[in-house]
């Protein structure tokens, strides 16, 4: 095996530690007998054309360069390789520069340590062999789960760049969370009419066809993995054919069955058959089918005799439907909710009236919600004072440690809110800290503070508060011993994940942080993908974010899907991964639970694991840990390592 | 007067790919000198190291042997620096059992910005292993 080192003088950076005669010297006395030559800077231009001439002309089996890091340029070398028609995998770097001629005082000491290692890598490099990456075809299209701001700016991003994309969405209508509220923060733009665009475009734009809107679903099963994956969608009877329904509402008003409105949070009534909440899209209502009287045997169709559109509008005997979609990746965009403030003691959530949490408050603020947009009551009158209690479950130990981030910017919008709605109600904030970060909030800070109704207390713990309410009188709020009357009480808890986050990390593999928020790759360098290759994260799935960063983070999850997978083009699979001989394996399965990946997957009937390498990320972890010697790590393999390990040490 | 000749032992180091190793390349760049000692073997991660791959190196002639894993918690595969450990436990066991003080195999945390951890870490280890002398096995 003719094999060649190919030493860098780095300049004087190696050089003026290594003596390139003594290490071609000791090279000489190998049982390979390998060749040596000298290059002054191998990764320059002409360093590399040099290197790339010598292996053409030399023809080594096997090269090992003496430079600096691999992590600087095996990548290069690598190049050089292919570029001499040799496999890229046939070589070894040997770090003689940041690892021993920067560290080694003695030359002489600095010379025999890099022999060392160079005989090192002459004993691992002949047992190195070819490797090549495989070409694997790929489906480009992706399936977004979640149609609040961060799914639907996915899914249009998407649709724009000519993907197919299937948006499921688990409630009756789009939009997400900020689609029930009237104002936004920070700059009290409105809501609705800021989410419509998008909203419309999703449903009616210019690439509808592109888009799969299916809403009251949920994912059910995924299989397969990066590039192929195949989803099962269990699709919750609407009863009411989307494509075909105008909206008007007469089968609404024929429907004889009331019950509470859960996206008015429970504080207005509606109909069995009705819209979620006035100008809700997709402009079509969902019939529940627990309201409706036909679920007590009662024989009623009035709101199907209702429909100006005809018999096939209303299908009340519509059943639960599953479909299948193939697609390549999956965005996760479920989005988040609030903690239960009636886990906070003592604030009176759900037992005294006239303590709200934000997202009811959001609600009466709405020109949809129960009040019409009016700032009432329970006994229906105008409040004189509203205290408004920060950091409810948040930066609390007993609750939620972290900061929510976005709970003082609608807290103070609130304020303003209230304020130019009932310009005389006093405002008392009570809070823990203040977080008001970016460019623009500071405005809703600077207004309450300058309005002379509000008053801002901070409060050590929210153990120091209290919410009474003596014999059906005022609200009274005690903070620190002090007690103020407030007629309406807002809470501002902590954002948790939305529901039934478990059962989709469960059913993804895509694992979630202590909190159950999605877990990130990693969290700076690579926070819109998960552990999972090809399942990406956006939006409050993965922490509390505001409109801004949810839509921006879909942005980031569409970054991934484009550069990952590309109509017509196969992806790539490294080769440095592990592989399981089947005849030698044990069935154990130890490399399953060690697989960070979830990468293998046991074959019953061979009784054989096998790892899917597309999903690899070539640790080793599963190699080290077979007690049958059974998986391979490419490239990383016992025997080189082993003979490494001997080199460096004759 | 004869001096004493310097036991210099023999120690290997499995270093990860993506903190240790990037440390001792920031080590390297800091140009500050540690001793020579140390023959690096990289893996992509700790989780990598097999026990026999230790077990190997003393049975070739190591003195001691170090793993540098990334810190709990950082590691580029998740847990790989997880499995390190407790396989280290579990060598330290073994090593015991075949004599080998386990002073002699060491594991540790060095993330890509530790340079001077790693040559602090280097330093310890070889004056460890120095202490305890020359690995002497029941077979020579």
Known sequence: MKIGIYFC?????????????????????????????????????????????????????????????????????RRCLTNAGMNPYLMQIVNIREQIAWVTEDPAVATEKAIAAIRGAVCRVRLQQPLEKKQLEVCPDALVIGAGPAGMKAALSLAEAGRSVVLVERTPFIGGLPVRFEDLFPALECAPCMLEPLMGELLHGEHPGKIELITMAELMEVTGFYGNFIAKIRCRPRHVSLHECIGCGECIEACPATTMNEFNSNASERKAIDFAFTGVLPNAPFLMENVCVRSHGVECRACKDACPMGEDVVNLEEAEMVVERTIGSIIIATGAGLYDASRVAGLGMGTLPDVYDAMQFER????????????????????????????????????????????????????HLISSKLPDVSITHYYRELVMPGK???????????????????????????????DGGTLQVCAQGENSAADMVILCPAVVPAEGGDALSALLDVSCDQFGFFRELHGRTDAAQSVIKGIYLAGACQEPMDIRSAMLEGMGAVGHTLAGLQPGRTIEIEPITAEVDENHCAGCRLCLSVCPYHAITFNTEQNSSHVNAILCHGCGTCVAACPAGAITGHHFTNEQIMAEIEGVLQ | MMTEEVFEPKIIGFLCNWCSYAGADKAGGMQASYPPNVKVIRVMCSGRVDPQFVLSAFEKGADGVIILACHPGDCHYKEGNCRALQRHGMLNLMLEQLGIEKERCRLDYVSAGEGEKFSRVIGETVETVRRLGPLLLASE
Do not use: W
């Open chain 1, 9 to 77: 003088n780095c300049g004087s950076n190696i050089a003026e530690k290594i003596s390139s005669s003594t290490v071609a010297e000791a090279a000489g006395s190998f049982p390979e007998q390998p060749y040596v030559k000298n290059v002054d800077f191998i990764c320059s231009e002409e360093g590399k054309l040099q290197f790339e001439g010598s292996l053409k002309s030399e023809q080594p089996d096997r090269v090992v360069v003496a430079a600096c890091s691999p992590r600087d340029h095996e990548a290069t070398f």
């Open chain 1, 364 to 415: 009466m603020l709405s020109s949809t919600g129960p009040t019409g947009g009016e700032i009432l009551t329970a006994a229906g009158n105008s409040p004189s004072s509203v205290a408004i209690i920060h950091c409810v479950g948040s930066l609390d130990e007993d609750h939620k440690p972290y900061c929510s981030g976005i709970c003082c910017q609608y807290a103070f919008k609130f304020n």
């Open chain 1, 440 to 470: 623009e909030a500071h405005t809703l800070l600077r207004h309450a503070a300058a309005n002379e109704k509000s008053t801002l207390k901070r409060y050590a713990a929210i153990s120091d508060l209290a919410v009474t309410c003596a």
